[in-house]
Structures are given as C-alpha cells and as structure tokens.
C-alpha cells in the first residue's frame, strides 16, 4: 500500500524558515516525480513544485520561486520542501503527492502538514 | 499559464440526482493531461479520473468524465450521501513542467 506522510509543520515566524518532510513507503521512491501541492484554510489547492524521480530536474511555481527548495533522498525514501522567508501567504496545509509514471496527475496524496505562518 | 475554471462554484442537489461539474481552460488541454479529484473536509485529495476519462483504481462507475479541447466534465450518474464533496479539476503543462487547479466545485446536499 502506498504511504505518504509528512511531517515538520507548526508555528513559525514572519521571515523566518522552516524545513517539511514527507516520508514515502509501499512503492518504488526512486521511480517517481513527487510534488509539494498546498491549500491555504478555506481555499482550493495550488501546486508549489515537482522533483524528477532522480532528483535531476525540479520545478516551481512562480509565486514560491527563489524562496522554496525541493529535495530527495532516494536511500531513504524522503522528499523534503525548505520554506524560506516566510509570510502569512504561506500558511496553509502542504501536501505531498506522488506522481503518475507519466508526471500527468497525482495518483496518491499524503494527510497533510500544517503550516502557520504568524508573529 | 492556462487556467482552469470551474462551474459552477456550489452544486446542490439531492441523493440520487444526477450531478455535472464543468472545467473549462483558457487554451487547449490534451485530453491526456486533464485530472480530477474529490476532497472532503479535513482529508487530502483523491484522484478519481486522469486522462480525462479514466477512472482510478477503485473508483465506482458512477463518476465518469469526458471532454476534450478546452470543455471538461466530470459527470456523477447518482449521487450517494458518500459523494457530497468539494471536486477540482487539475491540468499538466509540459513546458515547463507545471500543474495548474480549478477553484473548486462545492457539491452539496439539497
């Protein structure tokens, strides 16, 4: 069964960072492009950045570009979003999701981790 | 950047009834890369069609969707309570490499 759980949300502070994990089992990691998919309380879902299953391309969307870093380590089977000066725009539940062999959709999502961004 | 919009923004309607959710792009969409997924309160996503027709795994038969170009439907033949949830539509764009969401249809019971 395929398992996505993420990890490292909380409370942070305006201009400050923080560092989300997603722990993946029941599936080849490595295979796989993974994305960080978002939703703000109350509002739809935005996409913030996909990995190539090897870790050689990556790609953002424009409103995290040059703030965000996506990563991972395919030993352990983690993908990673570093979150850099963070705003209140940033607060929102972050998901981790697995893409299809063919990058189209997403075929498995994670519960979630919760960031809040405020002083 | 193609967006996706969605109508309508709430749908309600009774068990039963039949349900039909529009996704239409600002340019065309490869049918290949047009996704839906249904979020209920407090869970995450769950993919119920890709390619814009084919249902994932384990999704019953009565979700089907169709469309091509740039008008997208996902058609629920007869809604169960189970299914009262908020749907969005979903496109890939390859270059670059990119995904873009509708706002959401809010399916709600009548």
């Known amino acids: 069964e395929v398992q996505l759980l993420e990890s490292g949300g909380g409370l942070a502070q305006p201009g400050g960072s923080l560092r989300l994990s997603c722990a993946a089992s029941?599936?080849?990691?490595?295979?796989?492009?993974m994305s960080w998919v978002r939703q703000a309380p109350g509002k739809g879902l935005e996409w913030v950045s996909v990995m190539s299953g090897s870790g050689g391309s990556t790609y953002y969307a424009d409103s995290v570009k040059g703030r965000f870093t996506i990563s991972r380590d395919n030993s352990r089977n983690t993908l990673e979003l570093q979150i850099n000066t963070l705003t209140a725009a940033d607060t929102a539940v972050y998901y981790c999701?697995?893409?299809?062999?063919?990058?189209?959709?997403?075929?498995?999502w994670g519960q979630g981790t919760l960031v809040t961004v405020s002083s | 950047e193609i967006v996706l919009t969605q109508s309508p923004g709430t749908l309600s309607l009774s068990p039963g009834e039949r349900a039909t959710l529009s996704c239409r792009a600002s340019?065309?969409?490869?049918?290949?890369?047009l996704a839906w997924y249904q979020q209920k309160p407090g869970q995450a996503p769950r993919l119920l069609i890709y390619?814009?027709?084919s249902r994932a795994t384990g999704i019953p038969d009565r979700f089907s969707g169709s469309g091509s170009g740039t008008d997208f439907t996902l058609t629920i033949s007869r809604l169960e309570p189970e299914d009262f949830a908020v749907y969005y539509c979903?496109?890939?764009?390859?270059?670059?490499?990119?995904?873009?969401f509708g706002q959401g249809t809010k399916l709600e019971i009548k």
């Open positions: 979903q496109q890939y764009d390859s270059s670059p490499r990119g995904y873009t």
């Open positions: 390619g814009a027709s």
């Open positions: 999701a697995k893409g299809s062999s063919s990058w189209y959709y997403f075929d498995c």
């Open positions: 029941g599936f080849t990691f490595k295979t796989y492009a």
């Open positions: 340019q065309s969409v490869s049918s290949s890369f």
